[in-house]
């Protein structure tokens, strides 16, 4: 008889990219309601807080020298300069949701995704396109068209395997 966690697929960082105006943010949106048990780190920066943005849960806020320390302490997966701020993913934390088999899908920009990938081979990626576009990058696992965000998120839900989906929840009858 086997358990849950022998039945379950190893954990895997799953990287998640595309094109600007690709539609990754309304893909994660659902994914992450369809899959709560697949973790989706929070990014670092260094620009202001916005209204509404609570540190820790949107984005972790960072001094420019805090960040700079992350950098060269190579604390990070990965980590870009866009105008005046930077942002980056905090490692740490990924190894250890990974390390506790946990899978992680970890959405990024095209040059993000690329420097991960690069970095770490065994990391999956998957390249979200619109209907009709070619894939802007080599070496990708899977491509996912969007032309329906519902589809899109189907399918990257079935990259995972039907041990993450959320539980069941029991129908009302009546």
Do not use: K
């Not at 358990?3 to 190893?10: I, K, V």
């Not at 980590?79 to 506790?100: E, F, K, M, Q, S």
């Not at 802007?136 to 899109?152: N, Q």
Request: proline content about 11%; cysteine-free.
């Amino acid at each position: 008889m086997s358990t849950d966690d022998e039945a379950r697929p190893a954990a895997r960082l799953t990287v998640l990219t595309g094109p600007s105006g690709a539609g990754v943010g309304s893909v994660v949106e659902l994914f992450r309601a369809r899959s709560p048990l697949v973790w989706i780190p929070v990014p670092a920066t260094t620009r202001p807080r916005r209204a509404g943005e609570v540190d820790g849960r949107d984005r972790i806020f960072l001094a420019p020298a805090r960040f700079d320390r992350l950098i060269a302490a190579g604390q990070l997966l990965e980590w870009a300069r866009i105008g005046p701020y930077a942002r980056g993913t905090p490692a740490a934390p990924v190894l250890d949701r990974l390390a506790a088999g946990r899978p992680v899908l970890l959405p990024l920009d095209l040059p993000g995704a690329l420097a991960v990938h690069a970095a770490w081979p065994d990391a999956r990626l998957v390249l979200l396109v619109p209907p009709g576009a070619r894939p802007p990058a080599a070496g990708a696992a899977h491509v996912l068209t969007h032309d329906r965000t519902g589809r899109a998120v189907d399918e990257l839900v079935g990259l995972f395997g039907s041990s993450y989906l959320a539980p069941a929840q029991p129908r009302l009858s009546g």
